[in-house]
């Protein structure tokens, strides 16, 4: 059933692609366009994927409930860093983030804390001291 | 034999003290810099160039150190392929395919240990065949025209789908959608944006690092998550922490078969290590793969790939050197550093500085024999890795993943696609999807196309220039036999299954 | 937890025993709106490099390079997020003004304040060594002619700066439709000049400094340089000027800053900049590079930059590349 949604799912993608792809135009001196290869590719992938949902193959196990929802707890982490980096910093992110994985993952609370707060100045110290790629060590809520 | 008189004068520069020491720095820092996922050779050199002006190294000594950078990374990429089947960088796509595996039945130190020594066997065969034949192979490139390389690719693409996965209509589904994704953003040809949704962080594309970085690193913190907390995730150990001879000596012949398919993928300019990578590990596969053992640990599935990158990296000097042309990312920043040492790559540079081509040659070699050298006590440092608990090891590897895209890109954008692309890489796998050709697709996509509209274009929009030259019907022909070997093939082992059945 | 210590103390010794080096960081930054490596990244890298030689700085200029948009990220966020941080300076050049002219930034040209240039590459017609055409004037005349007939290259895309100079060229030489000439688009000059002797195509449009070493060789002939006067490496390629054709074709490097700047500190920038630019170290690091160091700064330099995005509009439309 997985399969088949999943086909479903690729062959709307494609299909769209396919729609918006066609209406790309270049005015002059290129003689193929720029819609040409996109169709080219849109059309196989329809094709394709139109043939997993009629001869579906493989079987998808997804996981439990609890299970489930570590992952959406990992995600929520992974995003809520890309949000918080520019306001927080980036040692005092990384360290919620490490910290946070960690404990999703099944790690103990205060070793994984422990490891957030060890590695994520060494991090901010290798990064922009050592290699110069700069970071902010205090994000704009603090300055 | 002026050509050996010059590299032996390349070797007795390059062999004071001073730049053994930056040779064996290079490697080493190369190597860290290359093992964290997000960072790799390209960023590697960037970083180290203002640090070779700081402190005021002659050209040599400033090539070496960064020609020992570039190699060392260009291996370390490897070790996380190997290790945490996240690859480092864009050439280490496909060693996950078996390195991952043998590190998962305890053959961590087996398999970095084959990945080395095949490096530098691929290696090795590159710097013979530039100091042989660099110059006449450079002007034979030059007839590669658009409609030639159309066709390099279309046979990469056939070859891909030998590569991976159980149903070979997945595969070429994922190769596609990489296909798909590499089409978006500012069209180079025609300067309009495709598929951005009028957003402005899209317009130079997605970039493979974010793509490959969030497909592998992230996906597999999402696949443990299924079973962690159950298990509390126990490390997988090794079974030794030292190689095993025999099984390195094995893999002699996929190693020359791998570094001669890399190392004429390299000289083309514009194919590169990538192309190299891909058509080494399909092709061994096609020869030697008679009990179906490809893409589940089998030595000769790390041994071809890491021969031919690496044999194609040094192929790809060739073209740039003696055009100017920089195949891929990596030899780019090549190219960058030798301008900035002075260094014009052209068609006179073989003739006007002689002593800095041969120099560069030499440093080359010397960084891969130190690197072998440095890396093989290094790997049960390197392997001791698989015994760190996930719920420590991941969270490190998410947080270095962050910060190497971040801190090239500046960009939250990218952090936020890189998520993206995770809950992709996990829903495909989860479908059975090989993730390899769909990095490849958004690898070698771009090419792709622009040269297939560019042999349109010059044709006036006739197609009939795509089979009009002799190396692009060569390539077509190749195509086809490599298609009929692979139907043949499969209908033999189907048999064979068959008759085992019949047997049972 | 024996695990955590071994490991990354190896490669935290390794680290800080390499770089015991890095210099303090100082206010000042440069954004190169692109990866490292490329032109803007250089333009970044080497005049903050010879800001701290001369001491025209405290400390190291922090080099953050933010691609995106072919500039157009860096763009934005000096618009909108830092339009008054004087410690600021973003490379650009004539690709970057192109883009802006073709409406392709998100904010319109006189949105930044434009510091100076510092150098250019020139552009070059050239063709094959074995071509049958010889002049300027003979390539015009075909390209008005008969524009089908011709393959013509470079490393920018259709309306991109290769393709509008040569479109430049052939309006002056008599070419009416000027969609009707091929355009070809290719990596880089490199790539074009090596397509271009394998015989694919006919005639090469772009910057001189990353095919010299072809014209040296022989292997490639320039028909004409679009500067004002002839380039000191090779005096003897005729300028398009001398030939009848009034075009020049620069490709610049320059630098801007925010447009809420206050004035003197404006004014000190380009101070500084000029002393840059006159500096020993720029004149040579932009020769090693290919550039020929050219000065425009302050106002001149912000009429210069809005007096060529017009033209660049104009041709622009002309063609049909914008509306």
């Keep these: 059933m997985s399969v088949r949604l999943a086909g479903v799912a690729i062959f709307m993608i494609a299909a769209l692609y396919t729609w918006y792809g066609r209406d790309y135009t270049a005015s002059f001196g290129d003689v193929l366009g720029p819609a040409v290869f996109p169709v080219i590719l849109g059309i196989p992938t329809m094709i394709l994927s139109a043939s997993l949902v009629v001869f579906p193959s493989g079987q998808v196990a997804w996981p439990d409930r609890e299970h489930g929802l570590r992952q959406l707890a990992a995600l929520a982490v992974l995003l809520g860093y890309a949000l918080l980096l520019r306001p927080l910093g980036f040692p005092l992110a990384t360290f919620g983030l490490i910290a946070g994985i960690g404990v999703i993952l099944g790690g103990a609370p205060r070793k994984a804390m422990i490891l957030g707060a060890v590695f994520s100045p060494a991090l901010w110290a290798l990064f922009d001291q050592v290699l110069g790629l700069p970071l902010a060590f205090l994000g704009n809520w603090f300055t | ?504 | 937890m024996k695990f955590l210590s071994t490991t990354p103390a190896v490669f935290g010794l390794a680290f800080s025993a390499l770089f015991t080096v890095s210099a303090p960081a100082s206010a000042t930054e440069c954004i190169a709106p692109s990866n490292p490596g490329g032109g803007w990244d250089f333009t970044c890298r080497t005049i903050g490099r010879i800001l701290t030689e001369l001491d025209l700085v405290d400390g190291n200029v922090q080099v953050t390079n933010m691609p995106g948009g072919v500039g157009a990220v860096a763009y934005a966020m000096v618009v909108n997020e830092r339009p008054a941080d004087s410690d600021l300076i973003v490379a650009t050049s004539t690709v970057g003004i192109t883009q802006i002219a073709q409406g392709r930034y998100p904010a319109p040209i006189d949105a930044v304040r434009y510091l100076a240039m510092l150098g250019a590459d020139v552009g070059v017609i050239a063709v094959d060594n074995d071509s049958p055409i010889d002049s300027l004037g003979e390539l015009t005349e075909i390209m008005a002619s008969d524009p089908t007939s011709l393959v013509t290259a470079g490393s920018s895309g259709a309306g991109g700066w290769d393709h509008l100079r040569l479109l430049m060229v052939a309006r002056e030489g008599g070419l009416d439709d000027l969609g009707a000439l091929r355009w070809v688009q290719f990596d880089g000059g490199t790539d074009a000049v090596t397509q271009m002797m394998g015989g694919q195509i006919d005639v090469v449009s772009t910057d001189l400094g990353e095919i010299a070493g072809f014209v040296e060789s022989g292997d490639i002939r320039i028909l004409a340089a679009l500067s004002d006067d002839p380039i000191p490496a090779f005096p003897d390629i005729p300028t398009a000027i001398s030939q009848g054709i009034n075009v020049t074709g620069y490709n610049w490097r320059g630098l801007y800053t925010g447009p809420d700047v206050s004035d003197a500190d404006y004014a000190a920038w380009v101070e500084d900049l000029e002393t840059v630019y006159n500096s020993e170290n720029w004149q040579t690091a932009a020769v090693e590079s290919g550039l020929t160091p050219i000065w425009r700064g302050g106002a001149e330099f912000e009429k210069f930059v809005v007096e060529q995005a017009e033209i660049m509009e104009e041709i622009s439309r002309d063609i049909g590349v914008i509306e």
């Excluded at chain 2, 087996?110 to 290696?123: Q, R, W």
């Excluded at chain 2, 030998?162 to 089409?183: W, Y």
């Excluded at chain 2, 990296?313 to 900035?340: D, K, Q, Y």
């Excluded at chain 2, 049960?380 to 890109?409: C, E, K, N, Y």
């Design chain 2, 1 to 504: 034999m002026e050509t050996l008189s010059l590299l032996a004068q390349g070797f007795s520069v390059a062999l004071t003290p001073l730049n053994i020491a930056l040779l064996l720095i290079g490697c080493f820092s190369g190597t860290l810099i290359g093992a964290m996922p997000g960072l790799g050779p390209v960023n590697g050199v960037a970083i180290l160039i203002p640090l070779t002006f700081a402190f005021g190294f002659d050209a040599t000594s400033s090539l070496i150190l960064l020609s020992a950078v570039y190699f060392g990374a260009m291996y370390g990429g490897r070790i996380s392929s190997i290790l945490l089947n996240i690859p480092g960088d864009e050439p280490a796509v496909m060693t996950t395919l078996d390195g991952y595996p043998m590190a998962q039945q305890g053959r961590a130190a087996d398999a970095l240990a084959i990945s080395g020594v095949a490096s530098f066997i691929g290696s090795t065969f590159a710097v013979i065949g530039l100091t042989l034949f660099a110059p006449m192979l450079a002007r034979m490139a030059i007839y590669f025209g658009p409609a030639d390389y159309f066709a390099l690719y279309v046979l990469a693409f056939i070859t891909i789908g030998g590569i991976a996965g159980v149903d070979p209509r997945k595969t070429l589904i994922s190769a596609l959608l990489g296909l798909m994704i590499a089409t978006m953003g500012l069209d180079p040809i025609s300067g309009i944006p495709r598929f951005t949704f009028e957003n402005y962080h899209l317009y130079d594309g997605v970039d493979p690092i974010v793509a490959l970085v969030g497909l592998f690193a992230i996906s597999e913190i999402l696949l443990l998550l299924e079973t962690a907390a159950r298990d509390r995730a126990k490390p997988i150990g090794i079974d030794s922490w030292l190689p095993d001879l025999r099984a390195i000596w094995a893999t002699r012949w996929t190693v020359l078969r791998g570094s001669f398919v890399g190392f004429v993928a390299g000289v083309l300019p514009g194919a590169g290590a990538s192309l190299g990578s891909v058509m080494a590990y399909s092709m061994e596969k096609q020869v030697s793969d008679k009990d179906g053992t490809f893409g589940k640990g089998d030595p000769r599935g790390v041994a071809a790939p890491e021969a031919g990158n690496n044999a194609a990296s040094g192929g790809a000097l060739i073209p740039m050197l003696s055009l100017g042309v920089p195949g891929s990312g990596t030899t780019a920043v090549m190219l960058a550093m030798l301008i900035t040492l002075n260094v014009q790559p052209g068609p006179l540079l073989f003739e006007r500085q002689p002593e800095l081509v041969w120099g560069l040659v030499a440093s080359l070699y010397l960084a891969n024999f130190a690197l072998l050298i440095l890396n093989l006590p290094m790997i049960g440092l390197f392997s001791r890795l698989m015994m760190v608990p996930t719920w420590a090891l991941l969270p490190i590897v998410a947080a270095v993943s962050f910060v190497g895209v971040f801190s090239i890109s500046n960009s939250i954008f990218d952090l936020q696609l890189m998520v993206l692309f995770g809950v992709l890489g996990y829903l495909l796998r989860k479908l059975d999807v090989s993730l390899v050709p769909l990095v490849l697709g958004l690898l070698l996509g771009g090419d792709m196309e622009r040269n297939l509209r560019r042999a349109i274009s010059i044709s006036n929009g006739d197609w009939g220039v795509l089979v009009a030259s002799p190396i692009s019907v060569t390539l077509y022909v190749m195509t086809a036999l490599f298609l009929a070997l692979s139907v043949w093939l499969a209908l033999r082992d189907h048999k064979r299954v068959k008759r085992r059945e019949l047997l049972d």
